[in-house]
């Protein structure tokens, strides 16, 4: 829908790494087995000029190849302590950790969350497989920790506004390029016409026209503020006037509205002891990485070049 903002995406752990870890594996063999035994190899041309493997690997290792390193043999430390201990991870273990994810991130539908993997090339599956590390931190230290229900009962006190459900909308609206044009829809509307209908067939908003312009429901922060202001103050069955954002000229339908809703404790328990649970595996995950690193017996072959 056009008149969304974009989420807040920095919470994201996708990045930099991720990408270097796929490339690095291309050109890793070039790079440790056949140095410089054979000929650099290509992986580009630009205008009749080669760009080689030991280029694009240099370039990698400048910019944080050292630390994908790192994150490699910390990973291989992990699943070993993790086989030492007969721990495995299914399929279900990384479900489980995904859909922790996508709470983390608050974000309402499926549809969002693959949104939102799309703008780093990935999907569901791709995340999952970056996830085996969670899991495995998780079931060797969860039993480290101890959360308490004092505990639990203090996050619940301070933390009630985001446990909440918000105030949510659920609206449908038209949008066209002029004031024109939505003033002489608004017209048709008032004498009439069926507002799912001429969504259909005048709306330019991709997203919602061929469901008559429904956008579903939605809390504030979710859409334009100009968008959100009129929805909100309409009561529900009304139409609003031309109502201009800078994606163009709205007409908006509120069609049902949602209250507030503060949970009780014993709604979040479970949720709350999670939360807890996984910021104490934060906690001990760096201390027991370098405790099993200094037991190990580890060759950085980048170190010693």
């Known amino acids: 829908m056009k008149s969304r903002r974009s989420k807040d995406t920095g919470k994201l752990w996708i990045g930099v790494s991720v990408i270097l870890f796929v490339i690095l594996v291309g050109v890793s063999v070039y790079a440790f087995t ?7 190899t290509a992986v580009a041309t630009v205008n009749g000029v080669d760009i080689g493997k030991k280029q694009l690997f240099d370039e990698l ?20 302590e993790a086989d030492k201990a007969g721990i495995q991870v299914t399929d279900a273990d990384l479900n489980k950790e995904l859909d922790s994810f996508k709470k983390g991130l608050s974000i309402s539908s499926d549809e969002e969350f693959e949104m939102m993997l799309m703008q780093y090339g990935m999907t569901k599956d791709d995340l999952k497989k ?10 060797m230290l ?8 004092e505990e639990m009962k203090k996050y619940y006190d301070e933390n009630k506004e985001t446990l909440s459900t918000p105030e949510q909308v659920k609206a449908s609206h038209i949008l066209v390029k002029t004031k024109e044009e939505s003033e002489a829809i ?6 009439g016409a069926d507002f799912a209908q001429l969504a259909k067939e005048k709306s330019t908003d991709p997203g919602s026209k061929d469901k ?63 939360t807890l649970i996984t910021n104490e595996v934060q906690e001990l995950a760096s201390s027991w990485i370098q405790e099993i690193s200094g037991k190990a017996n580890i060759t950085n072959h980048l170190q010693e070049g």
Request: proline share 4%; glycine share 8%; charged share 30%.
């Open 34 to 40: 056949r140095g410089g035994e054979e000929k650099d």
């Open 61 to 80: 290792m400048k910019n944080g190849g050292s630390q994908v390193l790192n994150n490699l043999i910390q990973e291989e430390l992990v699943k070993q």
């Open 130 to 139: 970056q996830m085996p590390m969670q899991v495995r931190l998780r079931k």
């Open 142 to 149: 969860e039993p480290k920790t101890n959360v308490t229900e």
């Open 186 to 191: 608004l017209t048709q509307l008032n004498t």
């Open 212 to 274: 008559g312009g429904d956008l579903d429901f939605f809390a504030k922060g979710t859409m334009v503020k100009e968008f959100e202001d009129a929805a909100f103050t309409l009561p529900v069955g009304q139409l609003s006037g031309v109502v201009q954002t800078e994606h163009g000229f709205h007409i908006i339908k509120v069609t049902d509205k949602k209250a507030a809703v503060i949970p009780a404790y014993e709604e979040k328990k479970n949720d709350i002891r999670e």
